[in-house]
T-cell receptor, first 113, second 116 residues
């Protein structure tokens, strides 16, 4: 059964720092991996989608990498800003999970001005 | 382009009642999927509809049901409400099958359901 873990559960850093969020999954047979952000009381915003054949995706100050063999993905945020404060979730679509999204619990990120 | 719209934003119901939640997808999107978010269980997939047909279903009891109309709008129904059904219910739309992973998901702001 696919399980997705995100460590740490919470992270607080000063503005301007580069940071890395981690996501690990137990079954490497995935279709894709996605990163989302969720602001308090709001829905989710899709950030990056990495297909299983890809190694990384970039969007602005965000870069996500995927290493299927080790069951890991990282989300790199460059030059963090207070507006980046949110909960970041990763989710995988597994070939053996009936193509359902399996979610991590998220990392709550606080960027201090 | 208008985003995904969920109504109502908040609902308070009593145990044993039933509830219907509504989701209007982005214009042109044919897939609508539903998710339950709770502090204890996190995000869990409920089901996905594409072109009025349920294409995928999560591990929820039969009290949770849904449907999709010809204009792609979707409704989710929960019957015989239990205290544990209190959650944020999110819907997402996508151009293609969202659970197929080819199209990014666009989420609404959710409906906060409280069961007392």
């Amino acid at each position: 059964k696919q399980e997705v873990t995100q460590i740490p559960a919470a992270l607080s850093v000063p503005e301007g720092e580069n940071l890395v969020l981690n996501c690990s999954f137990t079954d490497s047979a995935i279709y894709n991996l996605q990163w989302f952000r969720q602001d308090p009381g709001k829905g989710l915003t899709s950030l990056l989608l990495i297909q299983s054949s890809q190694r990384e995706q970039t969007s602005g100050r965000l870069n996500a990498s995927l290493d299927k063999s080790s069951g890991r993905s990282t989300l790199y945020i460059a030059a963090s800003q207070p507006g980046d404060s949110a909960t970041y979730l990763c989710a995988v679509i597994g070939r053996d999970s009936n193509y359902q999204l399996i979610w991590g619990a998220g990392t709550k990120l606080i960027i201090k001005p | 382009k208008a985003g995904v719209t969920q109504t109502p934003r908040y609902l308070i119901k009593t145990r044993g009642q039933q509830v219907t939640l509504s989701c209007s997808p982005i214009s042109g999107h044919r897939s609508v999927s539903w998710y339950q978010q709770t502090p204890g269980q996190g995000l869990q997939f409920l089901f996905e509809y594409f072109s009025e047909t349920q294409r995928n279903k999560g591990n929820f009891p039969g009290r949770f049901s849904g449907r999709q109309f010809s204009n792609s709008r979707s409704e989710m129904n929960v019957s015989t409400l239990e205290l544990g059904d209190s959650a944020l219910y999110l819907c997402a739309s996508s151009l293609g099958l969202g659970t197929g992973g080819d199209s990014p998901l666009h989420f609404g702001n959710g409906t906060r359901l409280t069961v007392t």
